[in-house]
Structure formats: structure tokens, C-alpha cells
């Protein structure tokens, strides 16, 4: 487990425990009661330290290479998953996934960015960073089931759209305005959780939802903290400064009224249990469609599109 600076004492004394247990059966050694001390002392300080995060440490945690990625949710929580590639125009993009699968008995349209889990897997997926072609791939997937009138499920982890040349010699930002115009228009339920960093116009192409939700330790943001300070401060220095201005956690978005639910992480993040992540994701992804479903296809484009709209104007 990559880690975290303020996660340092937890970390030493969970590797004690490791030490410990490796003792576990020997002769005249009773660690038992050690352990679980040790372990009570981990648990009291996960809670401490997670219940007063900065917002600089969110983005940290939010950015945690052992976070649950896209490909794990699919594993986790959905049945029959049938990927789709290609945005018939270009290429198929690596880094937006999609495809056709069940979730809990409901057949679904599914997508989101994966970041990859090692440096091989990272690289081909463009670390989550969508080319224009990844957006006209959600553009067809959404269309598509609007056509089967099947619910979409979003994913959203990205730093943000792929800033390359090629990108914008592609046609980027018009990529990612048809795909939130496509979102607003397509005549079927569409649920958003933001599982890790949402950044920018990149994260948004595939969030314009009728109800959005955010992990307790994701971020959502206009641009990064990093590119903030290097724009107003012209310095890295005031990172911290930036990641608590932009207000960018899920707390601060809640407040703001611009998401639906904030969706309870595990004692000590994401990273720390990333299946217990999931099923609490599903349960929350299960609640919206309940509340959505059985949908007038009109009702519903006019209330996202009025929600979207309704948003800086109170």
C-alpha cells in the first residue's frame, strides 16, 4: 500500500501487528492479546485521523493508488458485463470503459474512466485521462441506451480530459460539450458517483446526472489544486491554500447543494476495504433507482435539465 504522509503512525503500528502474527502458533508465545490491543490502537487513530482530514489530505486520499478503480466495481457489483469499444469514428479509447451488464437483475448501461493499478496497466489506460474519442464512446453508450431504454450507470475518476496535442487537434472540448449535451438530453435515468477525483470538464462529460453522488473522501473540482496555486500563486507551495479555496470535497459540494448524497467510506478510506466500498456504492446506486424508476422519459430530461440549470443561481 502506497502511503500517505499523515498516515505514518498507523502504518508503523500496523506493520508491528504484521511482525507479531508471524509469531502466531509458536511455543510459549501468546500474542493474542497484543494484537488486539494494537489493533484497537489502529482503529482509534484511523478514526481520529479520518474524521479531521484537510482538505489537501482528501485530494491525497482521493488520488490513493489503492482506491477501488472501474474495473474493480465492475467485478464487484455488476453481472454478464459485456464491454463496447470504438467510438466508431476514430479509435476505441482506453481510459473511458463502458458496456452493457446487470446490476442487481437490472440490465444497465455502464461507464466510467479507469486509472490502471501498475505502472503497465496505467499507461494504457492513459491514467484515466479520456482522449476526444472516449467522450464520443460515452456519447454512442448513452445513445444506445436511450434506444434500449436502459438506465446508465457513471463512474467518474479522472484528473481531468487528456490535455495532448493530438487530443485537441481531435476536437476535445467539443467532445465533452456533446457528451454533457448528450447526458442532458438522453430520455433515461442516469446515475453519477464520483469514486475518486472528479477533475473538471473531464469528469462532468459523464456526470450531469439525475442524481449524483461522492464517496466520502472523493474530490470534484473545476481544476486541481496543483494548477490552481501555479495560476494564483504562481507557486506550489500553496497548494494546501488552493485544495481548501476550490472547495472540493464532498462535504463542501454537499453544501453547496451540487450532488445528492455524500456515500459513507470504510474506516480509513476506500483503500483500506475496497469491497465493503463497493457494496456501499450499490447500495446507494440501488436507492436512485429506485426513487427514478418507472420514469416519464420527458419528466425526466425536463428535471435534469431544470437541476443543471438551477445550479449558482440560489
Known amino acids: 500500500m502506497s502511503q500517505l504522509e499523515f498516515e505514518k503512525p498507523i502504518l ?6 504484521t511482525e507479531l502474527r508471524n509469531f502466531e502458533g509458536e511455543a510459549d508465545v501468546d500474542i493474542v ?4 490491543r494494537m489493533q484497537n490502537k489502529v482503529n482509534k487513530l484511523l478514526n481520529q485521523t479520518y474524521s479531521k482530514l484537510t482538505p489537501a489530505q482528501k485530494v491525497k486520499v482521493a488520488r490513493h493508488q489503492n482506491r477501488p478503480h472501474y474495473t474493480d466495481y465492475i467485478n464487484g457489483m455488476i453481472e454478464d458485463y459485456a464491454p463496447l469499444a470504438g467510438d466508431r469514428n476514430f479509435s476505441d479509447d482506453h481510459a473511458m470503459q463502458g458496456g452493457l451488464g446487470r446490476f442487481q437483475g437490472q440490465a444497465v448501461v455502464i461507464m466510467g474512466q479507469e486509472r490502471g ?8 489506460h492513459n491514467f484515466g485521462m479520456a482522449r476526444p474519442e472516449g ?6 453508450l448513452m445513445k444506445m441506451a436511450e434506444r434500449f431504454q436502459l438506465p446508465i450507470i457513471t463512474l467518474v475518476d479522472t484528473a481531468g480530459a ?3 496535442m493530438g487530443a485537441e487537434e481531435r476536437g476535445q472540448a467539443e467532445a465533452i460539450a456533446k457528451s454533457i449535451e448528450t447526458c442532458l438530453n438522453v430520455k433515461v435515468p442516469i446515475i453519477s458517483v464520483i469514486i475518486g477525483e472528479g477533475g473538471s470538464g473531464g469528469a462532468i ?13 472523493s474530490i470534484y473540482s473545476v481544476i486541481s489544486p496543483e494548477g490552481c496555486a501555479s495560476i494564483l500563486w ?3 507551495e500553496h497548494v494546501n491554500q488552493a485544495a481548501s479555496a476550490l472547495k472540493i470535497t464532498a462535504q463542501d459540494i454537499y453544501d453547496l447543494k451540487l ?3 455524500i456515500i459513507k467510506e470504510p474506516i480509513g478510506g476506500a483503500h483500506r476495504a475496497k469491497q465493503e466500498t463497493i457494496d456501499n456504492v450499490a447500495k446507494q446506486i440501488a436507492t436512485g433507482l429506485k426513487q427514478l424508476s418507472p420514469w416519464d422519459a420527458d419528466k425526466l430530461k425536463a428535471a435534469r435539465r431544470k437541476k443543471f440549470l438551477a445550479f449558482g443561481r440560489n
Do not use: W
Open 12 to 17: 508503523e503500528l500496523e506493520g508491528k501487528i
Open 33 to 36: 492479546a497484543e494484537v488486539t
Open 117 to 124: 493499478h501498475d505502472t503497465e496497466s496505467r499507461v494504457k
Open 135 to 140: 467522450y464520443r464512446k460515452a456519447q454512442r
Open 162 to 164: 487528456y490535455p495532448g
Open 205 to 217: 462529460a459523464i456526470a450531469a446526472a439525475d442524481k449524483i453522488y461522492m464517496l466520502e473522501h
Open 234 to 236: 504562481r507557486s506550489a
Open 259 to 261: 450532488i445528492d448524497s
